[in-house]
């Protein structure tokens, strides 16, 4: 059970207005949990100037690794069901993004290549995010950075492992 103190640090709508005692007592899955809100707010409003959202965006960033992908590749990379990402991919290809073919190898599983229109897009969203990033952190140093993309990839695991 939470403190009573959590529960009225959960109508904060930004982390930001918490006073530093109440960041101490906040319990530090609210924190992301809110963070990552936040983060996804912001970005979406930004790749709505780009017709794009942080969904497409990161199926964009993955199938642009490749000249071609299996769909069932790009299920498991993104850890997203079929019917969901056929869902998904056939909107990028209706925005122009992608072009999905079947395998030539078994006709019923889809290869999918991202277009040239999906490539500049693709690039003009890792501009928005690396922008977003030099703001965010111009105040901090590369190392204060770096440390904590480290700590953050080692929560990361931690939680992964959680059973």
């Given at each position: 059970m939470f403190p009573r103190k959590y529960y009225t640090i959960m109508k904060f709508r930004n982390i930001s207005d918490l006073t530093n005692e109440?960041?101490?007592?906040?319990?530090?899955?609210?924190?992301?949990?809110?963070?990552?809100?936040?983060?996804?707010?912001?970005?979406?409003?930004?790749?709505?100037?780009?017709?794009?959202t942080i969904n497409q965006a990161n199926f964009l960033v993955?199938?642009?690794?490749?000249k071609t992908l299996p769909q069932s590749y790009i299920s498991q990379l993104l850890n997203i069901h079929g019917?969901?990402?056929?869902?998904?991919l056939k909107r990028l290809e209706e925005k122009g993004f992608v072009e999905i073919h079947p395998n030539p190898e078994n006709k019923s599983k889809n290869i999918v290549s991202i277009t040239d229109k999906?490539?500049?897009?693709?690039?003009?969203?890792?501009?928005?995010?690396?922008?977003?990033e030099d703001e965010i952190f111009k105040d901090y140093t590369q190392n204060e950075k770096e440390?904590?993309?480290?700590?953050?990839?080692?929560?990361?695991?931690?939680?992964?492992?959680?059973?």
């Amino acid at each position: 059970m939470f403190p009573r103190k959590y529960y009225t640090i959960m109508k904060f709508r930004n982390i930001s207005d918490l006073t530093n005692e109440d960041l101490a007592e906040t319990p530090f899955e609210f924190l992301i949990m809110k963070l990552n809100d936040i983060c996804l707010v912001s970005l979406n409003r930004k790749l709505n100037k780009l017709d794009l959202t942080i969904n497409q965006a990161n199926f964009l960033v993955v199938i642009n690794t490749e000249k071609t992908l299996p769909q069932s590749y790009i299920s498991q990379l993104l850890n997203i069901h079929g019917g969901s990402v056929t869902k998904a991919l056939k909107r990028l290809e209706e925005k122009g993004f992608v072009e999905i073919h079947p395998n030539p190898e078994n006709k019923s599983k889809n290869i999918v290549s991202i277009t040239d229109k999906g490539r500049i897009v693709t690039q003009e969203f890792n501009k928005t995010i690396n922008e977003i990033e030099d703001e965010i952190f111009k105040d901090y140093t590369q190392n204060e950075k770096e440390k904590l993309k480290i700590m953050l990839r080692d929560l990361s695991k931690k939680y992964f492992e959680l059973k």
